[in-house]
């Protein structure tokens, strides 16, 4: 599977921070597990992307759960 990039926009906000924090949590596949060998094989990972007015370009990992935090100002 393939990342995919989804275009986001934020309305009713007044302004929103340069940047974007990302935490990812993504295996290689949708059976990977954490074991004794290997304990960090699914782990959140944390990430910046910048933010560009109200939009951003959002990446989504293949086989993960992302939070997105954004500071806003409403």
């Known amino acids: 599977a393939n990342p995919v990039i ?13 940047s974007a924090t990302l935490t990812t949590l993504k295996g290689s596949d949708l059976d ?17 992307i910048k933010v ?3 939009k951003l370009s959002l990446p989504l990992a293949p ?4 939070v997105l935090r954004l500071k806003i100002s409403s």
């Open 6 to 18: 989804k275009a986001v926009s934020v309305d009713g906000v007044k302004k929103l921070g340069a």
């Open 63 to 66: 086989y993960s759960f992302t």
């Open 52 to 54: 560009s007015g109200k």
């Open 32 to 48: 990977a597990v954490n074991s004794l060998s290997d304990p960090e094989k699914v782990a959140p990972k944390e990430s910046r």
